[in-house]
């Protein structure tokens, strides 16, 4: 049997803050987010950007971009959900994975991110990744 590489999902957290009425979007990553995000005119929509990839090198080697999900309250956008399990089954394929292990790594990691707060999440929850 040949051993499998070890994989695991690496999550990047962005978050925008937006006002529909006026169509005013700031980034995180923009100096003024931090005094409009506590403004209630707007809304806070979480970004979770996720890539496979490997864990057997010093730095993670990212093997597929598999896409952004967006965030409302802490739910996610369901056609974007679906989107990245298919992703996650097409790239479980094609680094000669078990799709059903990888849709299951997939679904803890996401519940992690989505469990903690804004910002935060547990130490290890892109850490733990699939052995085979």
Do not use: K, N
């Not at 097409?90 to 799709?99: E, I, K, P």
Request: some cysteine.
């Amino acid at each position: 049997m040949i051993a499998r590489t070890p994989m695991f999902f690496h999550v990047e957290e962005r978050r925008l803050w937006l006002r529909t009425g006026t169509h005013t979007t700031l980034r995180d990553r923009d100096p003024q987010y931090a005094q409009f995000a506590e403004d209630q005119r707007g809304q806070i929509q979480r970004l979770l950007r996720i890539w496979l990839a490997e864990s057997r090198h010093a730095r993670p080697l990212l093997r597929a971009y598999l896409g952004t999900v967006s965030c409302w309250a802490g739910v996610p956008v369901y056609r974007e959900f679906r989107r990245l399990f298919r992703l996650t089954s097409r790239a479980a394929a094609g680094t000669g994975q078990s799709a059903r292990d990888l849709r299951r790594l997939l679904i803890q990691t996401l519940r992690e991110h989505l469990e903690a707060p804004a910002g935060m999440r547990r130490q290890d929850a892109s850490s733990r990744g699939l052995h085979g």
